[in-house]
């Protein structure tokens, strides 16, 4: 902790305001007629030139295409200040360096930012579908016959590369085509109270750390169609480290809280405190070292998930990995509270998660890993999980047998979902290859009967039960922790 307070005040005290100067000045026009994309950047680059400071936009609402921050300025957003993204395609810039699209991009710039109480609305679905229209008219390609253009041929809100010193704070960031926003291999960062409203077409994520060192991400809502609070490592020799999350809301079509997919580096040294999540499809927390990443050192303390698919989804695979062998360890989640329902939870949201890896019934929180890559050193402590139970072993079912259990796939380079094995053998919770696993005041609670235990131990070795209680109707004696191939078990 005492390293990231360092962190905050390093990028407290190197953000550069320097002088004000407003747009208006620059012959730029808040009319949401005008494409101002020109205007803006000749007024970024004359304060960055002038040594640095605040670009004020004032009330207005003001088009533009990609323009890119430079070193020491900061977009600084009145209240009433709203930046357009220009609904035509050829208005957005595919960046060299990053080969994607956005709408304000930086690269390789220091002491910039973003800042105030206005809105960067990139109309993104109208943007997206003129894209799709596009590639129809044989201008572009669709490479994946969905219609629906790839997202790096599709503009997000921002995206920052190789950048330090940034801040992020106070605005609204809405509408994005693609991904919302994306910091790339930069350091020191500060995102806070800021407003994600990032649904309005697919993969429309919250926000994307990638391989970026020294961030803090706090007291900020979040709502998206794609993965909310992403972790991702593009390069195999970087890491996304030093990470403190705090105090935020997320939404999503997807996961909450997720490390990957992309994950060839690792995640080092991450905490999460204080973190809800809300009427999310996927996972509240999703862990995924599929790429040969290492990820060690975390911390979630304070997670309440309501009307969420799945809880704990904790991953190793082995998809892109070129002979790097993928490591999970260290790994502490407390103080949770989370209830997850029988129906679809983002049901009736514009892009819903899709409905797939049926049929299953409701799913288990899980700690799966592959043979000879072992998930270890993981405490689950103070967390009460309630389930609507009421599993139909008609519909889907896994027994207990050794055939039954050996028959779970490993699936080592499959898109890691907690979903992908179907049905599994346990109603609250499910441990595969892992090494040193502890429950310490674990509560799990099924509404109605279901014909699984609770919890199942598979080829798991050193696992322990403090304190771990069930709750389920009807019950009786059944036995509710199962042992298969696991040695060194201790139930207290």
Same mark, same amino acid.
């Given at each position: 902790?005492?390293?990231? !307070?360092?962190?905050?005040?390093?990028?407290?005290?190197?953000?550069? /305001?320097?002088?004000?100067?407003?747009?208006?000045?620059?012959?730029?026009? +808040?009319?949401?007629?005008? !494409?101002?994309?020109?205007?803006?950047?000749?007024?970024?680059?004359?304060?960055?030139?002038?040594? %640095?400071?605040?670009?004020?936009?004032?009330?207005?609402?003001?088009?533009?295409?990609?323009?890119?921050?430079?070193?020491?300025?900061?977009?600084?957003?009145?209240?009433?200040?709203?930046?357009? +993204?220009?609904?035509?395609? /050829?208005?957005?810039?595919?960046?060299?360096?990053?080969?994607?699209?956005?709408?304000?991009?930086?690269?390789?710039?220091?002491?910039?930012?973003?800042?105030?109480?206005?809105?960067?609305? +990139?109309?993104?679905?109208?943007?997206?579908?003129?894209? !799709?229209?596009?590639?129809?008219? %044989?201008?572009?390609?669709?490479?994946?016959?969905?219609?629906?253009?790839?997202?790096?041929?599709?503009?997000?809100?921002?995206?920052?590369?190789?950048?330090?010193?940034?801040?992020?704070?106070?605005?609204?960031?809405?509408?994005?085509?693609?991904? &919302?926003?994306?910091?790339?291999?930069?350091?020191?960062?500060?995102?806070?109270?800021?407003?994600?409203?990032?649904?309005?077409?697919?993969n429309n994520d919250g926000i994307d750390i990638v391989d970026c060192k020294d961030v803090i991400i706090r007291n900020s809502y979040f709502d998206a169609?794609?993965?909310?609070?992403?972790?991702?490592?593009?390069?195999?020799?970087?890491?996304?480290?030093?990470?403190?999350?705090?105090?935020?809301?997320?939404?999503?079509?997807? &996961?909450?809280?997720?490390?990957?997919?992309?994950?060839?580096?690792?995640?080092?040294?991450?905490?999460?405190?204080?973190?809800?999540?809300?009427?999310?499809?996927?996972?509240?927390?999703?862990?995924?070292?599929?790429?040969?990443?290492?990820?060690?050192?975390?911390?979630?303390?304070?997670?309440?998930s309501i009307n969420t698919g799945n809880v704990i989804f904790l991953r190793i695979g082995d998809r892109w990995g070129k002979g790097k062998k993928p490591?999970?360890? &260290?790994?502490?989640?407390?103080?949770?509270?989370?209830?997850?329902? !029988?129906?679809?939870?983002?049901?009736?949201?514009?892009?819903? %998660?899709?409905?797939?890896?049926?049929?299953?019934?409701?799913?288990?929180?899980?700690?799966?890993?592959?043979?000879?890559?072992?998930?270890?050193?993981?405490?689950?402590?103070?967390?009460?999980?309630?389930?609507? +139970?009421?599993?139909?072993?008609?519909?889907?079912?896994?027994?207990?047998?050794?055939?039954?259990?050996?028959?779970?796939?490993?699936?080592?380079?499959?898109?890691?979902?907690?979903?992908?094995?179907?049905?599994?053998?346990?109603? %609250?919770? /499910?441990?595969?290859?892992?090494?040193?696993?502890?429950?310490?005041?674990?509560?799990?609670?099924?509404?109605?009967?279901? /014909?699984?235990?609770?919890?199942?131990?598979?080829?798991?070795?050193?696992?322990?039960?403090? &304190?771990?209680?069930?709750?389920?109707?009807?019950?009786?004696?059944?036995?509710?922790?199962f042992f298969y191939k696991s040695n060194n078990t201790s139930i207290k």
């Amino acid at each position: 902790m005492k390293r990231l !307070l360092l962190i905050l005040v390093s990028i407290l005290t190197t953000s550069v /305001y320097g002088k004000d100067y407003f747009v208006q000045d620059f012959g730029v026009y +808040g009319d949401h007629v005008t !494409l101002n994309t020109r205007s803006i950047q000749t007024a970024i680059d004359f304060v960055s030139k002038q040594g %640095g400071g605040r670009l004020i936009f004032s009330p207005g609402n003001y088009v533009t295409g990609s323009v890119y921050i430079k070193a020491n300025v900061t977009l600084h957003l009145e209240a009433g200040a709203t930046i357009w +993204g220009s609904t035509n395609p /050829y208005d957005y810039i595919m960046d060299s360096t990053v080969k994607w699209k956005a709408l304000i991009f930086a690269i390789k710039q220091d002491n910039i930012g973003i800042t105030g109480a206005g809105i960067i609305d +990139g109309r993104g679905f109208t943007t997206a579908i003129n894209t !799709l229209n596009l590639a129809h008219r %044989g201008l572009i390609e669709d490479e994946m016959k969905y219609d629906r253009v790839r997202e790096w041929k599709r503009p997000e809100n921002i995206y920052f590369r190789e950048c330090r010193n940034i801040k992020i704070e106070g605005i609204t960031l809405k509408n994005p085509a693609s991904w &919302n926003q994306t910091y790339d291999q930069c350091q020191n960062l500060l995102v806070d109270n800021i407003t994600v409203d990032s649904k309005s077409y697919w993969n429309n994520d919250g926000i994307d750390i990638v391989d970026c060192k020294d961030v803090i991400i706090r007291n900020s809502y979040f709502d998206a169609a794609d993965d909310v609070l992403c972790l991702k490592s593009h390069d195999a020799t970087k890491l996304c480290e030093n990470i403190l999350i705090e105090n935020c809301v997320a939404r999503s079509s997807a &996961n909450g809280l997720k490390f990957g997919t992309v994950s060839r580096g690792g995640f080092k040294n991450v905490t999460v405190k204080n973190l809800t999540v809300i009427d999310t499809y996927r996972s509240a927390i999703t862990f995924a070292a599929v790429d040969g990443a290492v990820i060690e050192n975390i911390l979630v303390d304070g997670v309440r998930s309501i009307n969420t698919g799945n809880v704990i989804f904790l991953r190793i695979g082995d998809r892109w990995g070129k002979g790097k062998k993928p490591v999970m360890k &260290n790994i502490t989640i407390k103080n949770v509270y989370a209830e997850v329902p !029988l129906q679809k939870p983002d049901k009736g949201y514009d892009y819903e %998660g899709p409905v797939e890896d049926l049929p299953r019934n409701i799913s288990p929180s899980s700690i799966i890993g592959l043979p000879g890559y072992n998930i270890e050193n993981v405490l689950l402590e103070n967390i009460e999980i309630v389930y609507p +139970g009421g599993s139909d072993s008609f519909y889907a079912y896994r027994g207990l047998t050794a055939a039954e259990l050996d028959s779970i796939p490993e699936m080592p380079t499959a898109y890691p979902e907690f979903s992908q094995f179907k049905e599994l053998p346990a109603w %609250g919770f /499910y441990v595969r290859h892992a090494k040193n696993i502890t429950f310490k005041n674990v509560t799990f609670r099924a509404n109605k009967p279901d /014909y699984r235990p609770a919890i199942v131990s598979d080829k798991v070795d050193n696992i322990e039960f403090i &304190n771990v209680k069930t709750e389920e109707p009807e019950a009786g004696n059944k036995q509710q922790i199962f042992f298969y191939k696991s040695n060194n078990t201790s139930i207290k």
